[in-house]
């Protein structure tokens, strides 16, 4: 797939993304793709030796769309085993030529889309700054996008092989600087979302058509001792569970935006908080996380409600090992306010 692309046909391309942006967002899976922890590999696995087990296994259950879960299906559970007991070899090949690099994961894995995805994958790990994030949704992505602008598409299909990473990469980088225009720092992350996504799209308008649209969490991941707040007290809490993080998260999210501080109700504070706050991905975490924030299990007092009984309900459902996981659902309506124990006069 080689990509040639002038100074208009980039403009026409973003013009078509921005047109679409919101659309293929509101279907990404934020909880499954995380931004934090990619930064954090990418500097992991600088220094491939240092590169742990648990490493692996939590970037490629990321890579493959589990992250946070135990139930991906077993081609891809293989894949992090193969990956486990291969590094060390990889290790003392000490390979650096990127060709070299994706042929011996792909022998490893397999030579079909899953294996491809998984070795493109920790080639862009071992090496951010020569390959964007490549993936056959990426790669079908730009293939689309460029038959959708009107550009010559004959004889660009996939191959599986390391050109299309570099021409991914180059098609990326080309139009990265107009998208940052409009997204500004956050327009590398943006754009390889869109591309996932739009790539993606067929599948992800199913589920759409199932569920509501997809939030990006306000606040993604907690830094508890750099958590600054101008009317609120985050320091007041006490433990550092799920349940107190998701708290956290919604104190700086309405600090950010104090006029939804006053009295509100469990509606309007779960959508303030949505699958993925404060790195909570794990669907059932998550909703056990919501209903332990509203009870008052281990003295959590954050919330005033105007039915005192249902506090004493969401208690009962926290300390129940077969409770309503939706039960916080059923409720939505109910009046709440935060408890002035957390709020700054």
Known sequence: MTINLSENKKKVLINFINQHFEEHMSRFPYAKYPAEPLDIWRKQFANPSSV?????????????????????????????????????????KALTDPSEILDYWIEKFSR????????????????????????????????NL?????????????????????????????????MQANHEDRGHVQLDRFLKA???????????????????PQVPYVKWEAITCKHFHPESIVSRSNADILF???????????????????AEVVKLLPLGSGGICNPGSYHYAMIAMFSGQKGRDFFVFK????????TEQANNST???????????????????????
């Open 198 to 216: 739009y790539g993606n799209r067929e599948v992800l308008a199913k589920v759409a058509g199932k569920t509501c649209p997809t939030i990006e």
């Open 307 to 314: 039915d005192e009984a249902l506090s004493a309900a969401f």
């Open 112 to 143: 079909d889309t899953q294996g491809f995805d998984a070795a493109s994958f920790l080639l862009h790990l071992l090496q951010p700054d020569v390959f964007e994030l490549v993936d056959n949704h990426r790669l079908t992505a730009i293939r």
């Open 323 to 345: 409770r309503d996981m939706r039960f916080y659902r059923k409720h939505e309506h109910a009046k709440i306010s935060i408890n002035p124990k957390y709020t700054k006069a």
């Open 52 to 92: 742990r087990p648990d490493m692996l296994r939590s970037a490629l259950s990321w890579q493959c769309g589990y992250w946070q879960r135990k139930d991906a299906p077993h081609i891809y559970k293989k894949i992090a085993i193969i990956a486990i007991k291969s590094w060390p070899e990889f290790i003392e």
């Open 146 to 178: 460029l038959k959708e602008t009107g550009h010559d598409t004959t004889a660009q299909e996939t191959t599986l092989v390391l050109s299309d990473l570099t021409h991914f990469t180059e098609f990326f980088r080309a139009l990265l600087p107009k």
């Open 248 to 266: 956290a998260c919604l104190l700086i999210a309405l600090d950010n935006n104090p006029e939804q501080a006053s009295t509100s109700t469990i």
